[in-house]
């Protein structure tokens, strides 16, 4: 058990990378996909692949999206579906495609819910490519596909497992096996096309997101929730979309992720409390930034503490999850003394809940 920390020598030198805090809940998020059973055939020097398939929530149309993966372009002259002639448009790049791009075509026609269909892509040189797949059985919440140049989606569902309202704004965690998507060519091995979309009923906001451990079998993968979601209640307004060799630039501010983070990636600040963020200390010894890193210097006396002025009171019930990166070793006789506070009572007392590093700074432990 975790008692308040007081009467204790203060922290010698120590330099800290990072800080990061999220306040997290516990959610489960399932992940889907509305993919079906794909057959694909190549012939001559034309390829096409069925890259995806969105059905529309009443089952009204058909959107596949097809993928010129040959080296000369490509023109699509008609569709069939199960032997039939179908209404067909197209919703992005017309019928032409050229090498390596990809076009959206809409197939039309009243589609029953479980039954399997038999779509066939005809080019202008003759050439026919199938499609065989079923129609989903369950509703499916949106139909519209964000970009053309990403191949895969995988739909999210958040499922709110506590007793109350799941404020927006909370950091949740989706943890999946990326190196298989990598090893099979539908993810970059970096994670630049790895990313999250918001669709709100009337279209798509790209949010940010932190990946870890990406390409191995427990990536994590983590965003802010973007509306409340009731007790017991589920929001499945989120898809993960992936599978596009160009991506560059993924949007991954931090601060956009987590309640509250920090990377010292700034300029020197020989006084880190002259920022709003850092108001407050208590104790003596000065903090500081150097070469992107958070600095103390001269701590004497309990209790000696940096505040983190930007959280404000938190007067509610949460799970607050701490991650924490020491550069340097610590010295003097308070190699063990280091450690980080919560739920003070006071700022100028600094009494509350702490947990200590053992002396090789790698490893927490509780002060009991």
Not at 137 to 144: K, V
Request: hydrophobic fraction near 35%; charged fraction near 20%.
């Amino acid at each position: 058990m975790l008692k308040i920390f007081k009467n204790r020598k203060a922290l010698s030198p120590v330099v800290s990378a990072i800080i990061l805090i999220a306040v997290t809940v516990a959610v489960a998020i399932a992940v889907t996909t509305w993919m079906g059973s794909l057959s694909i055939s190549f012939m001559k020097t034309e390829e096409l692949n069925i890259a995806n398939q969105v059905w529309a929530s009443d089952l009204s149309y058909i959107n596949l999206t097809v993928r010129n993966s040959g080296t000369t372009p490509v023109t699509i002259s008609s569709v069939e579906v199960n032997k039939g002639a179908a209404d067909v448009t197209f919703e992005s790049e017309g019928a032409t495609i050229k090498s390596g791009e990809s076009a959206v075509i809409r197939v039309t026609q009243s589609f029953s819910s479980g039954k399997n269909y038999e779509f066939w892509i005809t080019t202008a040189t003759g050439n026919k490519f199938p499609c065989l797949t079923s129609a989903p059985t369950t509703s499916i919440s949106h139909i519209a596909w964000w970009q053309s140049s990403y191949d895969h989606r995988k739909h999210i569902t958040i499922t709110n497992s506590l007793g109350s309202t799941l404020s927006a704004g909370y950091s949740v965690c989706l943890t999946m096996d990326t190196s298989t998507l990598v090893s099979s060519d539908k993810m970059l091995s970096n994670g630049d096309d790895l990313r999250i979309v918001y669709w709100d009923g009337d279209s798509f906001t790209e949010l940010d997101r932190d990946i870890i451990n990406m390409n191995t079998a427990s990536t994590q993968i983590w965003f802010k929730t973007q509306v409340d979601i009731s007790a017991g209640g589920t929001d499945d307004s989120y898809d993960m979309y992936y599978g596009n060799a160009a991506a560059v630039n993924p949007p991954e501010n931090k601060s956009n992720v987590y309640l509250w983070y920090d990377d010292f990636d700034r300029t020197d600040n020989p006084d880190i409390t002259t920022e709003a963020d850092y108001s407050v200390k208590t104790g003596a010894g000065t903090w500081s930034i150097e070469s992107n890193t958070l600095k103390n210097v001269g701590a004497y006396d309990d209790p000696n503490k940096l505040i983190i002025t930007a959280l404000g009171d938190v007067n509610a019930d949460v799970d607050m999850l701490v991650k924490i990166k020491v550069e340097s070793p610590l010295i003097g006789g308070d190699v063990s003394r280091m450690g980080l506070s919560c739920c003070m009572d006071a700022p100028s007392s600094g009494s509350g809940y702490c947990t200590l590093f053992h002396n090789d700074v790698k490893q927490p432990r509780p002060f009991e």
